[in-house]
């Protein structure tokens, strides 16, 4: 046995120990949580599992999470359209745990490359509202971005600061904040990909107040009555239990720990104590996902309220607007412009879609964007890395040339310029290539939506003299 299983022998009775020791033996299953802005649960159920084999069982925390065996859930057209996300199941409590009773939350994910979480916040936000999702490392943030743009998130603004400054940059500004904090990763039963390797005590208390301090300024951060979830996917009481009893020290009236007993048929409360020191009897209340119980790796997270203003010391936070970046702000009568090209040439409707959402157009050297009306009335200052969604192109002849990620997002809703590929030609479109001696009633340059014989959106062509041009992005290319 590992030293990293021996520690915690003592922190179960014996016979969870044993459920403890035979679980991490197992494969860890698949899990892959559903995109609801591109297909309701109860399509993806009527039809996946029949397509590809899959045999599915529900998350039972989260409505739109399945644990899946059968063929490889990664090569899926599916997934390269952003129609689900493979996450392990206990990465799909923390976001599950927030309540969104109202639309326009302003949410901030602190730490949130590589993106999973960030998807799960949109999609529990209606895409409504604003998610900043931040991230310390600047490695990181192009696959973020990459899996915003494929998940077609529009009401979110990607950063890339310490996380340490958001509470004295925004004090008492967000309703909710994430903060699944660095950590050792040590859960206990990890993915093949993943593997688990020594920590140190030394590295552990070099973590603990890192966390600490993240978790101060998550708190600082959030306005009063609002949220802060905290999570780990570790299982070091340090990293877990130990950074609540201090943020419990520190903030003795403004801060709670809640209860999230409905989501969870089985209880899975957290440590009392670590055998050497007593927490404060409210952390008892935060989560720890043994692998055990739900047939999961290990994963921590708790609710955090706050009740009341604490102190803090506001600093100015970085300033470039967005009109010094190149910006402009596209008229109304242009904006009405744009809205009408989409709905003449593909029957979609995208003023409705800016209404719903809350969203301002911009121009930037000849692509029009929709952004945030949230971001713009909070952080129209703050250098971000990027914003909203590309809609389009300006181009003479056609208007506007929609973009991969707004078509992908409402494929559904583009109900002109379609164009239905048999099953040979998919293939060769996928593959990124051109398609060859197609018979098509569209004119010459008109961009054009492609699909299968299942209405599954495959990009978008460009019609030429003798071949539709794959405008398929190369991140998507087979």
Same mark, same amino acid.
């Given at each position: ?5 021996e520690r915690?022998?003592d922190l179960l009775?014996t016979?969870e120990?044993e ?5 991490v ?8 949580r559903?995109n609801t ?7 993806a159920?009527?039809t996946w599992?029949?397509?590809y084999?899959?045999q ?8 739109t999470?399945?644990?899946?065996a059968g063929e490889s859930i990664?090569?899926t ?13 206990a990465?799909m409590?923390?976001?599950e745990?927030?309540?969104?009773e109202?639309?326009?939350s ?12 960030t998807?799960?916040l949109?999609?529990r936000?209606?895409?409504?509202g604003?998610a900043v999702?931040?991230d310390?490392?600047h490695r990181?943030?192009?696959?973020l971005?990459?899996k915003?743009q ?6 979110t603004?990607i950063t ?7 509470g004295s940059?925004?004090?008492e500004?967000?309703?909710?904040v994430?903060l699944d904090a660095p950590?050792?990763g040590e859960?206990l039963?990890?993915a093949?990909?993943?593997?688990t390797?020594?920590?140190?005590a030394?590295?552990?208390?070099a ?6 301090k993240?978790l ?5 951060a ?5 949220e802060?979830?905290?999570?780990t996917c570790?299982?070091a009481p340090?990293e877990?239990e ?6 419990l020290?520190?903030?003795?009236r403004? =801060?709670t #720990?809640?209860t ?5 048929p089985? @209880?899975a !409360?957290?440590?009392v104590s670590?055998? &050497?020191?007593?927490?404060?009897p ?5 989560v720890r ?5 739900y047939?999961?790796?290990g994963?921590?997270a =708790?609710? #955090?309220?706050?009740?009341d203003?604490v102190?803090a010391? @506001?600093v !100015?936070?970085p300033?470039?607007?967005? &009109?010094s970046a190149?910006f402009?702000?596209?008229s ?5 412009s744009?809205c009408?090209?989409?709905l003449?040439?593909?029957?979609f ?7 719903r959402?809350?969203l301002?157009l911009w121009?930037?050297?000849?692509s ?5 009306e949230l ?7 703050l250098?971000c890395?990027?914003?909203?969604m590309?809609v389009?192109e300006l181009?003479?002849?056609a208007g506007?040339v929609?973009?991969?990620e707004?078509?992908?997002?409402f494929?559904a809703?583009f109900?002109?310029r379609r ?14 290539r051109?398609?060859?001696g197609v018979?098509?009633?569209?004119a010459?340059g008109?961009i054009?939506?492609l699909?299968?014989e299942?209405d ?15 405008l398929l992005?190369?991140?998507?290319v087979y």
């Amino acid at each position: 046995m590992n030293d990293s299983l021996e520690r915690y022998r003592d922190l179960l009775d014996t016979a969870e120990f044993e459920q403890l020791l035979q679980a991490v033996q197992r494969p860890l299953p698949s899990a892959i949580r559903i995109n609801t802005l591109k297909i309701a649960v109860d399509d993806a159920r009527r039809t996946w599992p029949a397509w590809y084999g899959w045999q599915v069982r529900p998350v039972v925390f989260c409505d739109t999470g399945w644990q899946v065996a059968g063929e490889s859930i990664a090569r899926t057209l599916e997934h390269k359209m952003g129609f689900y996300y493979i996450q392990d199941a206990a990465s799909m409590l923390p976001v599950e745990m927030f309540g969104f009773e109202q639309n326009g939350s302003l949410v901030l994910d602190m730490a949130a490359a590589p993106g999973g979480k960030t998807t799960h916040l949109v999609c529990r936000m209606g895409d409504r509202g604003l998610a900043v999702a931040n991230d310390a490392n600047h490695r990181r943030i192009p696959p973020l971005r990459a899996k915003l743009q494929d998940w077609g998130a529009i009401n979110t603004a990607i950063t890339t600061y310490p996380g340490e400054q958001f509470g004295s940059w925004f004090p008492e500004t967000f309703d909710k904040v994430l903060l699944d904090a660095p950590c050792s990763g040590e859960s206990l039963r990890t993915a093949e990909r993943r593997r688990t390797r020594p920590v140190s005590a030394r590295e552990r208390q070099a973590l603990n107040r890192r966390q600490l301090k993240l978790l101060v300024s998550a708190f600082r951060a959030l306005r009063p009555g609002g949220e802060v979830i905290y999570a780990t996917c570790s299982l070091a009481p340090e990293e877990d239990e130990a950074v609540l009893d201090a943020l419990l020290n520190l903030y003795p009236r403004q =801060a709670t #720990i809640e209860t999230v007993d409905h989501l969870l048929p089985r @209880p899975a !409360p957290a440590l009392v104590s670590d055998g &050497e020191r007593a927490f404060n009897p409210q952390v008892r209340r935060a989560v720890r996902l043994w692998p055990h119980l739900y047939d999961t790796s290990g994963f921590f997270a =708790a609710l #955090i309220r706050k009740h009341d203003s604490v102190d803090a010391q @506001p600093v !100015p936070p970085p300033a470039r607007s967005l &009109e010094s970046a190149g910006f402009t702000r596209v008229s109304r009568r242009e904006t009405a412009s744009v809205c009408d090209h989409l709905l003449q040439d593909y029957g979609f409707d995208f003023e409705t879609v800016i209404e719903r959402q809350a969203l301002t157009l911009w121009e930037h050297k000849g692509s029009i964007y929709a952004i945030p009306e949230l971001f713009l009335a909070h952080f129209a200052d703050l250098p971000c890395v990027a914003t909203g969604m590309q809609v389009g192109e300006l181009d003479e002849a056609a208007g506007v040339v929609p973009s991969h990620e707004l078509v992908a997002r409402f494929s559904a809703q583009f109900t002109r310029r379609r164009l239905t590929l048999v099953d040979d030609q998919v293939g060769v479109w996928l593959g990124g290539r051109d398609l060859r001696g197609v018979q098509t009633t569209y004119a010459l340059g008109e961009i054009i939506l492609l699909e299968d014989e299942k209405d599954r959106f495959l990009g978008l062509g460009k019609v030429l003299g003798n071949r539709i041009r794959n405008l398929l992005p190369r991140r998507l290319v087979y």
